[in-house]
């Protein structure tokens, strides 16, 4: 995992305690929020927390445990890709325009498995392939392309979908949480 942090010029604040009040100390404190949330989902918000589960068997006058989600819909995500027309000609006329894709997964068992990310159309995104072994939850991130041509991220509203398989042994791909934004390069 990687993230990158531009700070505001120290030179524009009154004092050295002003700048690390105001604009250092906030800045720390969202990296710290951002890094726990991709390390350990629903730790600083309510994601995990809010999936409706129920008993996997009907539970009468006994107390099961709720180990059943309700919603059995993939591992998806909705990305509006026309939130790029808001952004200035000025930036995209410096930058190029692509989508950061980040997946916390891991393999469940013994073996390799392999994730790729999909369209809601069946169209597999380009770059957006990857293997692991790792049986702890580990963060792998790509630059995915961004436009109409086949295999791109969709200029306009598309929901995707995670897709896994076992390579050898009997290993279970499993998926805690992927997200896409958009990035300039």
């Known amino acids: 995992m990687s993230a990158r942090v531009e700070l505001a010029n120290p030179n524009l604040y009154a004092s050295?305690?002003?700048?690390?009040?105001?604009?250092?100390?906030?800045?720390?404190?969202e990296l710290q929020r951002l890094?726990?949330?991709?390390?350990?989902?629903?730790?600083?918000?309510?994601?995990?927390?809010?999936?409706?589960?129920?008993?996997?068997?009907?539970?009468?006058?006994?107390?099961?445990?709720?180990?059943?989600?309700?919603?059995?819909?993939?591992k998806h995500v909705t990305f509006n890709g026309a939130e790029h027309l808001t952004l200035?000609?000025?930036?995209?006329?410096?930058?190029?325009l692509k989508v950061q894709f980040l997946a916390v997964v891991y393999s469940y068992g013994k073996g390799d498995v392999e994730f790729r990310l999909v369209r809601d159309d069946d169209v597999i995104i380009l770059g957006s392939h990857f293997a692991t072994d790792c049986h702890e939850p580990t963060t792998f991130t790509h630059t995915l392309p961004f436009g109409n041509s086949q295999g791109c991220v969709a200029p306009e509203q598309r929901s995707y979908i995670m897709q896994g398989r076992c390579i050898d042994g009997a290993a279970i791909p499993v998926c805690r949480r992927f997200s896409m934004s958009f990035v300039y390069i």
Request: aromatic share 4%; net charge negative; hydrophobic share 35%.
């Open 35 to 74: 890094i726990n949330e991709l390390t350990a989902p629903g730790s600083m918000s309510a994601e995990d927390g809010s999936v409706d589960m129920v008993p996997s068997k009907p539970a009468g006058l006994v107390f099961l445990p709720l180990d059943r989600r309700i919603d059995t819909k993939p």
């Open 88 to 96: 200035s000609k000025e930036l995209l006329r410096q930058k190029q």
């Open 16 to 29: 050295p305690q002003e700048y690390i009040e105001k604009h250092l100390a906030p800045a720390v404190d």
